[in-house]
């Protein structure tokens, strides 16, 4: 049975009682293929899978899963919304999105809605189960490909908050990042605001210090997808 590199050192006993998996995923193959996998994972036993929304909700009312693995794409529902409805019927469900899409617009939607992690299909079988093992001790779990994102990261830093910490930004401040998002530049953002050039720049500074942003690509970035994450 296949056993993953990170668990040589661990200890089975410290898994039991195994928690109750529930498997979202409108593909068979791709549930079946997962339940083979996992049975090498102690701390998990699969108590139920749904193929769409309205059974996935049905299994967690009647059946109380302690996490859930979920697909975005449902015939019936999307994902995002399938987990709001979720944890609306189990706060304590931890739910790890298993996904295609690589967008950080549908990553952060995901996080913000109350996913504990977001795990892209084409990952190893190692990272498979350090994204359980993360979920499972209270932390928020990303595909290495979406650790070096500004607004991620920060969710990511902050398990405990639903969005990253733009709620310390003055109205002002997050007109000009949300300007700086669109691809403003600082004249510009200046003559829509009615305010100076220089005062942009010392809100540029002020949105830096406030979201801990390193430098002004760094601060592009974040404002971008800040913005792409809004309309999800």
């Known amino acids: 049975m296949f056993r993953p590199k990170f668990m040589e050192t661990i200890d089975p006993l410290d898994f039991d009682p195994p928690r109750r998996l529930l498997i979202v995923d409108d593909h068979p193959v791709l549930r079946n293929g997962v339940k083979e996998i996992l049975q090498a994972f102690p701390k998990l036993c699969i108590c139920a899978e749904a193929d769409n929304a309205v059974t996935a909700l049905d299994a967690v009312k009647r059946l109380q899963p302690e996490v859930a693995l979920v697909d975005l794409s449902l015939p019936d529902c999307s994902g995002i919304q399938l987990i709001d409805r979720m944890l609306a019927a189990d706060g304590d469900l931890r ?138």
Request: some cysteine; charged content about 25%; overall charge positive.
């Open 95 to 232: 739910i790890l999105v298993f996904s295609m899409h690589d967008d950080p617009g549908c990553v952060l939607g995901a996080l913000r809605a109350g996913a504990r992690g977001y795990l892209r299909k084409d990952e190893g079988l190692d990272t498979l189960f350090a994204a359980f093992q993360t979920v499972l001790e209270g932390r928020i779990f990303l595909s290495p490909q979406f650790r070096d994102r500004p607004i991620l990261r920060a969710l990511q830093d902050n398990p405990g908050k639903t969005r990253p910490r733009t709620e310390s930004l003055s109205t002002r401040e997050s007109e000009v990042l949300t300007l700086i998002g669109n691809g403003k530049r600082t004249a510009a953002i200046a003559a829509q605001l009615h305010i100076s050039v220089k005062t942009v720049e010392t809100h540029r500074v002020h949105i830096k210090e406030k979201l801990a942003i390193a430098d002004v690509l760094e601060l592009t970035r974040f404002a971008r997808e800040w913005c792409l994450a809004a309309a999800v």
